[in-house]
Each structure stands twice: as structure tokens, then as C-alpha cells.
């Protein structure tokens, strides 16, 4: 078996630790996207510096909280935590590729559908909120109704 090496491309500091990189990138550009993975659909879904750092901080929680406190909630609860942001992405993918793409076997019923999703989200102050909240990844505020 051949070994091959190549020099570093970056000085890694002695004190630096494997979660710096994640945090120092998501504070200086959270929307960047730094990696994809699969979606639920078999399609590759960016994943930007913000997300990655929520997921990486999540999991991170769900350990200290299992193997030193002995708590598994957290744990437990990790796949429905991250999960839920990434059906939330999924389903704005497929509506904004929906609303703006033409579908070639569309019939008449769906090109309305697509029309008069175009022009609520242009006429409506809510609806606009929520393509831009969606399309930033702002997390909404949650109501306990």
C-alpha cells in the first residue's frame, strides 16, 4: 500500500479545538452554506455556517446532558430538534420550486395554483414575512396557543 501526504493549507493553533472552526465561521457569515446533505426527498440540501452551528450546539447539549448528568431527554430529543429545521427547509424548497418553476405537466388547475401563489405572496405583508423568514432561515417566534 502507497502513503501519501500532502503539507498542511492552514496553521492550526496547539490550543485550537475541533468546534472553533464552527463557531468562528458561523459568527462572521451564518448564511454562508459550508456543506450539503442528503434531504428527505434524495436531493442534496445546502446547510449554511448558522445551521451547522444550532446543529453542532444541539448535539453538543445532548451529550454533556447524557454522559455527565445522566439526563437522556436531550439526547433522545435531538433527531425531532434538528430534524424538524430540516422538513422545514425541505417543504420551502419543493413550495418555492413549485410557485416559480414551470411544470411541464401541469394542467390548467395547477397553473392557477402557481399564479395565485405568486401574486398572495406579492400582495400579502404576511405572506411575504414568511418566504422571507423561510428563505433566511430566521427561526419565527413561537406562540404557546
Same mark, same amino acid.
Given at each position: 500500500m502507497r502513503e501519501y501526504s500532502i503539507p498542511a493549507m492552514v496553521d492550526v493553533p496547539a490550543t485550537a479545538g475541533l468546534a472553533d472552526v464552527v463557531f468562528t465561521r458561523?459568527?462572521?457569515d451564518p448564511h454562508a452554506?459550508?456543506?450539503?446533505?442528503?434531504?428527505?426527498?434524495?436531493?442534496?440540501?445546502?446547510? @449554511?455556517?448558522?445551521?451547522?452551528?444550532?446543529?453542532? @450546539?444541539?448535539?453538543?447539549k445532548a451529550l454533556v446532558s447524557l454522559l455527565r448528568d445522566g439526563q437522556a431527554g436531550l439526547a433522545?430529543?435531538?433527531s425531532d430538534t434538528c430534524l424538524g429545521r430540516v422538513w422545514r427547509a425541505t417543504h420551502f424548497s419543493w413550495w418555492m420550486t413549485s410557485m416559480l418553476h414551470v411544470n411541464p405537466e401541469a394542467d390548467g388547475f395547477?397553473?392557477?395554483?402557481?399564479l395565485n401563489q405568486l401574486r398572495? +405572496? @406579492?400582495?400579502?405583508?404576511?405572506?411575504?414575512?414568511?418566504?422571507?423568514?423561510?428563505? @433566511?432561515?430566521?427561526?419565527? +417566534?413561537?406562540?404557546?396557543?
Open positions: 458561523a459568527s462572521q452554506v459550508v456543506m450539503r446533505r442528503p434531504g428527505a426527498d434524495g436531493r442534496w440540501d445546502d446547510v @449554511t455556517a448558522g445551521q451547522f452551528h444550532e446543529d453542532v @450546539t444541539a448535539l453538543a433522545e430529543a435531538y395547477d397553473q392557477q395554483l402557481m398572495y +405572496v @406579492t400582495s400579502s405583508r404576511a405572506a411575504a414575512l414568511s418566504l422571507a423568514e423561510n428563505y @433566511t432561515g430566521y427561526k419565527p +417566534v413561537r406562540f404557546d396557543l
